[in-house]
C-alpha cells in the first residue's frame, strides 16, 4: 500500500506557473500509475493528468492538454505536475491518486473515474486569482 503527499499548491497570479509534488512512500512505487485529480466546493473530483507505470505514457484532460505536463521520478518515488500558463478555472484542491491494476488504470487514466482502488493523498491547494 502507498501512501501519498502532495505540495507546491499555492496562490499564483492567471498567467502564471506552478509545480506539484506528489511523494509516495511504501512498496512498489514503480508499479503504481499515478494520476492528478482536483475538486472545488460542491464539485466532483474531476481528472487533470496521470501517468502510468508501464512506459510512462501521459494522459491529460482536454482542458489541461498543452498547458500542463506530468512526469515522475521513480528513483525518488514522485510525481511532478508541471502546470503553466494558468487559468482561473485552474483553482482547486489537488489530489493525487494511485492505482496498479490494469482495470483501474484504465478507469483512473482514460476515463477519468474515481474508482475504490485508488489511493489518494490529502490534496494541495492551488488558487489562481489576481
Known amino acids: 500500500q502507498l501512501q501519498l503527499v502532495e505540495s507546491g499548491g499555492a496562490l499564483v497570479q492567471p498567467g502564471g506557473s506552478l509545480i506539484l509534488a506528489c511523494a509516495a512512500s511504501g512498496f512498489g512505487f514503480d508499479y503504481y500509475a499515478i494520476a492528478w485529480f482536483r475538486q472545488t466546493p460542491g464539485k466532483e473530483r474531476e481528472g487533470v493528468s496521470c501517468?502510468?507505470?508501464?512506459?510512462?505514457?501521459?494522459y491529460y484532460s482536454d482542458s489541461v492538454t498543452g498547458r500542463f505536463s506530468i512526469s515522475r521520478d521513480n528513483t525518488k518515488n514522485t510525481v511532478y505536475l508541471q502546470m503553466d500558463s494558468l487559468k482561473a478555472e485552474d483553482t482547486g484542491v489537488y489530489y493525487c491518486g494511485a492505482v496498479h491494476d490494469a482495470l483501474s488504470i484504465q478507469f483512473m487514466c482514460v476515463k477519468w473515474r474515481v474508482v475504490d482502488t485508488i489511493y489518494w493523498g490529502h490534496g494541495t491547494p492551488v488558487t489562481v486569482s489576481s
Open positions: 501517468i502510468d507505470n508501464n512506459d510512462g505514457q501521459t
